[in-house]
C-alpha cells in the first residue's frame, strides 16, 4: 500500500450508521414545533376591523401632533441656535483633543523606540568590544588572522 492512503476499516470495527426517522421522535424529549399535531382551530389572525384602523390611525395623527406641539414650545422656550453652536463648538472641541491626545500617544512611541534603539545598540557595542578583548587578550595581543598564519607556518617545519 501506498503511503498516505488510509487503510480500509475491518469489518468487526465498522458499526453501523442510526440516522434519525423524519417525523418520530427520541423517547424522552419533547417534541418539535413542527413536530407537533396541529389543532383543529385554526390559529389565523383575523384582519382587523375598519373601525379599529381608524382608532389606531387617529391615536397616531394625535400622538403626532402633540408632539410636535411640545417641540414648537421648547424651541420658544429655549433659545436653540446659541445651543446648537455651543453642541458643535463642543464636538469641535472634542475632536481637536482627541487629535492631540493621538499626537501625544505618537511622540510618546517614538521616544520609546528610540530609548529601545539605544539599548540595543549598547549591548550590541558592549558584545563587539568584550569579543574583540577576549580575541585580543587570548591570542597576546596578536590579531587571529595572524595567529593562524603563524599556526600554519609552524605545522609547515
Same mark, same amino acid.
Given at each position: 500500500m501506498r503511503r498516505g492512503t488510509p487503510r480500509p476499516t475491518p469489518p468487526s470495527r465498522v458499526r453501523p450508521l442510526h440516522l434519525p426517522t423524519p417525523g418520530l421522535t427520541t423517547p424522552g424529549l419533547p417534541l418539535r414545533e413542527s413536530q407537533r399535531t396541529p389543532t383543529p382551530r385554526s390559529r389565523r389572525r383575523r384582519p382587523s376591523g375598519p373601525l379599529r384602523q381608524l382608532v389606531s390611525g387617529l391615536l397616531c395623527v394625535v400622538g403626532a401632533a402633540l408632539l410636535l406641539q411640545g417641540l414648537m414650545i421648547l424651541a420658544t422656550r429655549l433659545n436653540t441656535l446659541p445651543l446648537v453652536s455651543q453642541a458643535v463648538a463642543n464636538l469641535i472641541r472634542g475632536l481637536s483633543l482627541l487629535a492631540a491626545g493621538l499626537l501625544q500617544v505618537v511622540a510618546l512611541l517614538a521616544v520609546a523606540a528610540l530609548? /529601545? +534603539?539605544?539599548?540595543l545598540l549598547l549591548v550590541g557595542g558592549l558584545a563587539r568590544l568584550v569579543r574583540a578583548l577576549i580575541? /585580543? +587578550?587570548?591570542?597576546?595581543?596578536?590579531?587571529?588572522?595572524?595567529?593562524?598564519?603563524?599556526?600554519?607556518?609552524?605545522?609547515l617545519r
Open positions: 530609548a /529601545l +534603539l539605544a539599548l580575541t /585580543l +587578550l587570548g591570542t597576546g595581543g596578536a590579531p587571529r588572522s595572524m595567529v593562524r598564519s603563524a599556526g600554519k607556518r609552524a605545522a
